[in-house]
């Protein structure tokens, strides 16, 4: 693989995908300590917001030890160099919460919906344009569609304003291939009009090689997160994929050795317990379950005495999609009935 | 004698709310306007024998009275229902708002249907599928004790989701939210709702979650759950409680699924079904109050 000279944009999600990982109880503290260290070693872009975005402060995600406006406020000030984006989720989030983000001064809306859903999005992302926001179509879950429905889906968010598509992995289900095939097709249709990003998650330890297969195939914006910082296993690992790519001659603008330390030093000491893949995230993986769920099964686990990996198989048989973490508990007292 | 009635919105809402009004007893579906001719909708009300416009609202107005429309109901959408609503009470129409538009005060037949009783109300809203699937079960449990916080969370098949419905999504959200405070009685609400593409297309599910005041009442909150359930089921009767309550501190939950009766999409669409139903189910109650006189519909000038 021959990628040298491409020079790519990085989006780090620790401070938001990380929120999972947390319950969503970072302190401002951690995330100013944690966004100046990364906009120190050159990272252009970092989300910050509730895991599930604005308006994602709830019983079903979980409530966050502060809210968005205060964690933007909080950040976005302290910030030389990196861009501030925020995530919504339609039918969870709303314009008016995308008002107040960009009252707070964010550069980047990521409209989220599910990768067959998109028509969901346009109130949002027409508002993000009209804002003047770097404008984001996020979808979603996307092993669960083929490449030219995702195409289809994509061309509605293009319709709508978004200047930038995700293929988004949300269950690190994706192997090279299908992010080869998904972001080959996007790039293929929109040329050099529309930027073409990959988000992965890294339950099947494919977070680098996925990523790498992205920007073969033409991707210029890479998620990832410092550490993995991120639901399920976590996301790309940024500072071993900056590194790759510093050895591959790849151009990321990142800083190997203050990322590492940031990775070591800051974001690692904030984990509850260290991202690893233990068995119920190699289950997101493996059965494309949506990578948020992790910390719920496990919850439900606990509470009802039935095994986190079996409720997210059967999330998975079900088709269930991003957002139904209110369907872990019912799974697991239907499967603890069933046992009785 | 039945109420003459008219479907503004030939779309999922209005083609199953067809279906319901054709089995009333007092309510007698005349007309079904559109926008497009050939849209199915439309065509099924043709094949049932209704007068038919693809003109929009404006092509019912002139029909009026001559056939003495009496209640419209409008599921459109919630940007041209504040001008329909006013063409229509012109007229002296009675409107059930099935839009999340909320002109009208909100509508959720167990928890408030009695209560427009008397009011002479010209416009009730019927929140949305979300919130007549959950808000009786918000309710249920602040009817025992206050409620702090009230979400709920309504998963619907993507195939039951109309261009409407995901154009406005967000006001889904602000007028269900509205709702579980105004007519569930929570003091904060939130709503959430996620559309599943899944093949074959799931039944509606709906998840409750309350945050009670003090330590719930479980065993007085599992009796007022399981009352509402019977009440909803007078009218849905694909209404069930899956799971819970169950109560974890002050969280009390609830697990419910809606099967509908496969009137006009089939019955993984329970979310058609509780708003069609409910829209019905009140209307009824006007046509009754019509009927004995007590009710007289105005015209309201602009």
Known sequence: ?340 | MAINCAMIGSGNIGTDLMAKLKRSANLNPVWMVGIDENSDGLLKAREAGLKTTHEGVDGLLKHIEEDNIQIAFDATSAYVHGENNRKLQEKGVLVIDLTPAAIGPFCVPPVNLKDHVGEQEMNVNMVTCGGQATIPMVAAVSQVQAVEYGEIIATISSKSAGPGTRKNIDEFTFTTSGAVEKVGGAKKGKAIIILNPAEPPLMMRDTVHCLTETEPDQEAITASVHAMIKEVQKYVPGYTLKNGPIFDGNRVSIFLEVEGLGDYLPKYAGNLDIMTAAATRTAEMFADEIEAGRLTLTKLSA
Not at chain 1, 265 to 283: C, G, H, V, W, Y
Not at chain 1, 295 to 308: D, I, M, Q, S, Y
């Open chain 1, 1 to 340: 693989m021959d990628l040298k000279g491409k020079k790519i944009r990085l989006h780090d999600n620790a401070l938001r995908d990380g929120m999972h990982s947390v319950g969503h109880q970072f302190t401002l503290d951690d995330m100013v300590r944690m966004a100046t260290a990364l906009d120190d070693s050159g990272m252009s872009l970092i989300e910050v917001t509730h895991g599930d975005g604005l308006g994602g402060s709830s019983v079903n995600y979980g409530f966050g030890l502060h809210t968005n406006k205060e964690y933007l406020d909080a950040v976005i000030p302290k910030m030389k160099n990196a861009k501030i984006s925020a995530l919504l989720l339609p039918g969870l989030g709303t314009v008016e919460d995308l008002i107040m983000a960009a009252d707070c001064g964010i550069s980047t809306i990521r409209v989220a919906t599910h990768c067959t859903e998109a028509d969901v999005s346009e109130q949002h992302i027409k508002k993000g344009r009209e804002l003047g926001l770097d404008t984001v179509g996020f979808l979603m879950m996307a092993h669960m569609t083929q490449p030219e429905a995702l195409l289809e889906q994509a061309q509605k968010m293009v319709d709508y304003g978004a200047n930038c598509i995700y293929a988004t992995d949300s269950a690190g289900y994706l192997l090279p291939d299908d992010v080869t095939s998904r972001i080959g097709i996007l790039h293929d249709a929109f040329g050099d009009d529309i930027e073409i990003g990959f988000h992965g998650h890294h339950n099947m330890a494919m977070g680098i090689a996925n990523s790498l297969a992205a920007v073969e195939a033409g991707a210029s914006r890479i998620d990832g997160s410092v550490a993995g910082f991120g639901a399920g296993a976590g996301n790309t690992p940024l500072e071993v994929f900056v590194a790759v790519c510093d050895r591959m001659g790849i151009d990321t603008g990142v800083d190997v050795d203050k990322i590492m330390d940031v990775a070591e030093d800051i974001a690692l000491p904030l984990m509850p317990t260290p991202t690893r893949i233990d068995r119920d995230a190699l289950t997101l993986g493996y059965a494309g379950v949506y990578s948020s769920f992790l910390l719920h099964a496990k919850r439900a686990e606990k509470n009802h005495g039935v095994p986190a990996k079996d409720i997210l198989m059967e999330l998975g048989r079900m088709g269930a999609v991003g957002g139904q973490e209110d369907m872990i508990e019912d799974v697991a007292l239907n499967i603890k009935k069933k046992l009785a």
